[in-house]
């Protein structure tokens, strides 16, 4: 059981390390305007994600295909809504990950997806009515002074690590919603929304497509590296794992890309960002306790 187990968890890990590392390609593009960088990053990842489906994954098409013909159609109405209001807050996500990553810092964007699940859960609760914890409470609370600690450092990085993590945060919210759709499809279906609504912009401020081989090189290894691959594994990992456990698994992305921006960018992190790093890290820790606490109590009865 153990065992089978396993392949899961280890898929979770994976896509959270993968993700970590994202920040890598993204400054090698920094003389290129972000919104090019977008621009390219969905027309390929386009091209991936549907070759992938067509090749691997036509059994779920054609099952989610069947079911949405067979529902209602005041209920289509209704996903078709979720699907587009989903694919422009994961535009929006993407666009201002990318500018924060090239043009403000690497830790902005760290941040954000450290504080991502702390505003998903309490926009669960006021959205979704989703119970929380008296202790998870206090981790929201806890969370939210380490923001405004980091607010009165820099309030430049921190708006635009809250505004990431509510973009992508609300988009999680929506994607709960669609319980009875498969999500490499919902995916797939929202990469062709974004790419009709980014198409006119594109146009507009088309001026000849970028020549330089690593140009494309990079956007590639974007599209298939760090948006298809960790999105499939994450979603894989979700079959044979409960959500909260790959909940808890996320936090490694912060981890490694704070590591990634101190160490191989060499950004400087000053004692009062630091203590504010580390208050959030307890927050999400408390946040969690409730499911860390059945394993840490096991661990120490079977020792």
Avoid at 133 to 157: P, W
Avoid at 182 to 194: E, G, M, R, T, W
Wanted: aromatic share 16%; proline share 4%.
């Amino acid at each position: 059981m153990a065992t089978s187990k396993s392949k899961y968890l280890f898929s979770g890990v994976l896509s959270a390390v993968i993700w970590g590392f994202f920040a890598i390609p993204l400054r090698n593009l920094k003389a290129y305007p972000s919104e090019q960088i977008l621009y390219y990053r969905i027309f390929t990842s386009l091209v991936v994600i549907w070759l992938a489906i067509f090749l691997f994954r036509k059994k779920e098409l054609k099952k989610d295909i069947s079911y949405f013909k067979q529902i209602p159609a005041r209920e289509r109405q209704v996903v078709m809504s979720q699907i587009v209001g989903a694919t422009v807050l994961l535009v929006l996500n993407w666009y201002t990950f990318i500018y924060a990553i090239n043009n403000v810092s690497i830790k902005s964007g760290a941040f954000a997806y450290m504080v991502c699940p702390l505003i998903t859960a309490f926009g669960g609760f006021i959205i979704l009515k989703e119970h929380l914890y008296r202790i998870q409470v206090i981790a929201l609370v806890l969370a939210t002074v380490s923001i405004l600690m980091l607010a009165t450092g820099s309030l430049l990085e921190v708006t635009w690590s809250v505004g990431i993590a509510a973009l992508y945060a609300f988009y999680l919210i929506i994607q709960r919603k669609m319980q009875n759709l498969d999500k490499l499809n919902v995916l797939a279906v929202q990469i062709s929304i974004a790419v009709l609504l980014m198409l006119p912009f594109f146009l507009y401020q088309h001026t000849g497509l970028p020549l330089e081989t690593g140009f494309w090189l990079n956007v590639t290894l974007i599209a298939i590296l760090f948006t298809v691959i960790p999105l499939f594994l994450s979603l894989f990992a979700l079959v044979g794992i409960p959500s909260s456990t790959l909940g808890i698994i996320i936090y490694i992305n912060p981890i490694i890309a704070f590591t990634v921006a101190i160490i191989y960018f060499k950004e400087k992190i000053d004692p009062h960002q630091l203590t504010a790093y580390l208050l959030l890290l307890f927050a999400v820790f408390l946040f969690n306790w409730n499911m860390i606490k059945p394993s840490w109590a096991y661990r120490h009865k079977s020792k």
